[in-house]
């Protein structure tokens, strides 16, 4: 019985054991099948790409929308609305969609443009103080406003939560106390304005005081015209917005006291205007996945006509600034229109960038889909390159798509590397951040840079940023990196997501409920 017993273990077990090699085998074998599938898949991808993308359309692309003709298709121009002809016609050319059966291909952005006042000033107490010496315009409209003034900290919710601002002037200082910025007080300056407003206040000043931007640099930033979101739909801004040069810290220390104050403003001008976001939709191939969306984003728009140059040139054509990015948005639109990937494509050419990121918070406040039916946004934008060997991505290791970035890259000669100078806050000064802030992954795709040197500042907004001047032989592996990228997102099952511990990973898991 005993010896039965022993040799019926022995069988059950080696059982035991050929059945597990079974299960394992089947597994090695269904891994590889898999990770072969993904290989394969991934080279037809590759194959797809060289289909479409030739070595000329680039250089087609980029030679239109960067040439003279188009006066730097500032916002707004006639410039701007050939350029955003010409990609329209190109989508229709390639079989992209519309994206809205009320606005087509062309989304209307509603902007209001102001041009500063001629003259101003400002009495409080025994002080006159002058535009722009002194003072500068925000947002104003020309009238004659006294009021009680309050100071409020920074102005920000909690600080008006503490005092009474109805039908006050609130005095504030500029930023929030901890980024000390110019660059971040500029971006909190319509969160203030709207707080003010909401909270009953007659107006807002902030108090600017910095040794890092001179207040003659910021006179001749902001006594041009201004273009802004036209939130109020034609009727002129209802809140005054100023900020005084505090320089001297006995008028900071003056103003916190409160009191009355007379604004006196005269010259504005104010006159309202559509331009378009370019959108087409190329709709996927799974019956499940096509109802997400994949984004292919970059901003058509320029700076315009400028000071002339050494050479008498004042034209900025912005052929890095940003006609190396939408060209690569339609070639994008090319090959995902002949060969669809699983999710639905998007393509968006935004207008307004350069004035604040405008046509994109304008599209995601009123987005044809749901965005939580956006899994990703490709965005591309950037200064220039310094090095033709890289791909720079901004925002590379924040979501779970870096995998695909780094081989598409690669597969076309190039090394995608990450942000080389995070203290400049690059992720949040493009189109992508607009998404980012509701909780859609973005990254920005950008020509290869290691820094802010001599290279890239000769280009940036200069009239010198040429067609003639680009490396199309880099471009065209750029371009084609750009859409395999795409393609890889766009037919991985698994949706693509913020990192653990990102800025943006709580408003993620709001938009999509994880």
Not at 331 to 342: C, E, I, V
Not at 467 to 492: H, M, P, Q
Request: net charge positive.
């Amino acid at each position: 019985m005993n010896k039965g017993k022993q040799k019926n273990h022995k069988v059950l077990t080696f059982k035991g054991t050929y059945s597990l090699f079974c299960r394992m085998k089947n597994l090695i074998v269904l891994f590889v099948l898999v990770v072969a599938s993904a290989t394969v898949f991934g080279q037809k991808d590759k194959k797809l790409i060289l289909k479409t993308v030739g070595p000329n359309d680039m250089k087609a692309h980029i030679h239109f929308l960067a040439d003279d003709a188009l006066k730097g298709r500032d916002t707004p121009s006639d410039g701007q609305a050939a350029a955003a002809a010409y990609i329209k016609a190109k989508f229709i050319q390639y079989g992209v969609e519309p994206a809205s059966k009320d606005f087509g291909y062309l989304q209307p952005v509603p902007f209001r443009e102001v041009n500063p006042m001629k003259e101003g000033t400002m009495t409080i107490g025994d002080r006159t103080l002058n535009f722009p010496k002194d003072f500068l315009m925000m947002d104003a409209k020309n009238q004659s406003l006294n009021a009680a003034f309050v100071f409020a900290d920074y102005g920000l919710e909690a600080d008006l939560k503490k005092i009474d601002v109805k039908g006050k002037i609130i005095v504030a200082l500029c930023g929030n106390g901890e980024d000390a910025s110019p660059r971040a007080w500029f971006r909190l300056r319509k969160q203030k304005a709207e707080l003010a407003e909401s909270a009953g206040a007659e107006g807002l000043i902030e108090l600017y005081r910095s040794n890092q931007m001179p207040w003659k640099f910021i006179i001749n930033r902001m006594t041009g015209a201004k273009v802004m979101l036209d939130a109020q739909k034609g009727k002129e801004s209802n809140l005054p917005h100023f900020w005084i040069n505090a320089a001297d810290v006995e008028l900071i220390d003056f103003l916190k006291s409160g009191g009355e104050m007379n604004i006196q403003t005269a010259g504005i001008k104010q006159s309202n205007f559509d331009a378009h976001n370019v959108v087409g939709i190329v709709e996927g191939t799974d019956p499940v996945l096509k109802n997400e969306y994949v984004i292919y984003s970059a901003h058509y728009d320029h700076v315009g006509v400028g000071i002339p140059d050494a050479r008498g040139d004042s034209i900025y054509n912005g052929a890095r600034d940003n006609a190396i990015g939408a060209s690569a948005v339609i070639a994008a639109a090319k090959n995902l229109a002949k060969y669809p990937t699983k999710r639905s494509s998007m393509f968006i050419l935004f207008t307004g960038e350069e004035k604040g990121l405008l046509g994109s918070k304008w599209f995601v406040d009123h987005s044809p889909v749901p965005l939580d039916k956006i899994a990703y946004c490709f965005n591309i934008d950037g200064a220039g390159y310094n090095d033709v060997k890289l791909v720079t991505v901004i925002g590379l290791e924040r979501t779970t798509a870096q995998g695909h970035l780094l081989k598409a890259c690669s597969t076309f000669g190039l090394k995608a590397i990450s942000d080389p100078a995070p203290k400049q806050g690059l992720f949040d000064r493009s189109d992508n951040v607009n998404f980012a802030k509701k909780g859609i992954p973005a990254p920005t795709f950008s020509p290869g840079f290691t820094a802010f040197d001599a290279e890239i500042s000769k280009y940036y907004h200069q009239a010198a940023d040429e067609v003639e001047s680009l490396d199309f032989n880099y471009l065209n592996k750029y371009s084609k990196a750009f859409i395999y990228a795409g393609r890889l997102i766009a037919n991985d099952k698994n949706k693509p997501f913020w990192m653990p511990g990102d800025k943006y990973y709580e408003a993620g898991k709001a938009l999509y409920g994880r």
